[in-house]
């Protein structure tokens, strides 16, 4: 996140803040009223315009900037026993996540986040962020009744915008967050898959099959 230019410019702008509060309170000492109200305004703005682009940085840490289709997760999956699955998550930044997953089918969805026209000219674009695997049975009953698995494919935030624009209206200008993305595929024999992710959501594809001749 050190490297964001939203993390440098929420530096940036919150020390020039402060040094201009500080030498408003100089200026206050001094006596020079004009001086101080002036520079006061201005740290405040500065100040705040900081604060925003330092919740920008926290709120799209985990979140991928996305301007055309891309790979999201190369997927290895491979059946264990009868409605049950083992799955491997590698992603483009090298990590690796395994899970067990009971169903039919894998299911994934996704968080999209849509930056409004306004906040597309400070450089903000639609970003995604993976949120969750699980399994998906084929008959509605089972769906109801059978064994269920959900595990998390998010990072913990310190400031999570998807939950924030939820909450706040005010937000709206800048961030449109009403929705998000599901895709699913039938888990028959082990098979190595592409999760893809557009501005219109999420695909999964199958590369290859490693089913073995009986």
Known sequence: MTNSPYFLAALSLLAIG???MITGFVALIRARVGSFTLQTIIALLLLGSGALSGMIALGIQGYQTLTREEIAAYISV?????????????????????????????????HILKWQPLANLIGLHTAYELDRVGGRYRDIEQERAAERT???????????????RQLYTILAPLLDAKYGSATFIPVMQ???????????????????????SP
């Open 18 to 20: 402060l040094i201009l």
């Open 78 to 110: 491979s059946p264990i026993a009868k409605q049950r699955f083992a799955a491997t998550f590698k992603y483009p930044d090298g990590r690796i996540e395994n899970f067990i997953i009971a169903g039919d089918e894998i299911y994934i969805d996704a």
């Open 150 to 164: 959900l595990k998390s494919l998010s990072q913990d935030k310190v400031v999570d915008l998807f939950k924030l």
């Open 190 to 212: 082990p098979a190595e898959l592409e999760l893809r992710v557009s501005t219109s959501g999420l695909l999964i594809r199958e590369v290859t099959s490693t089913k073995k």
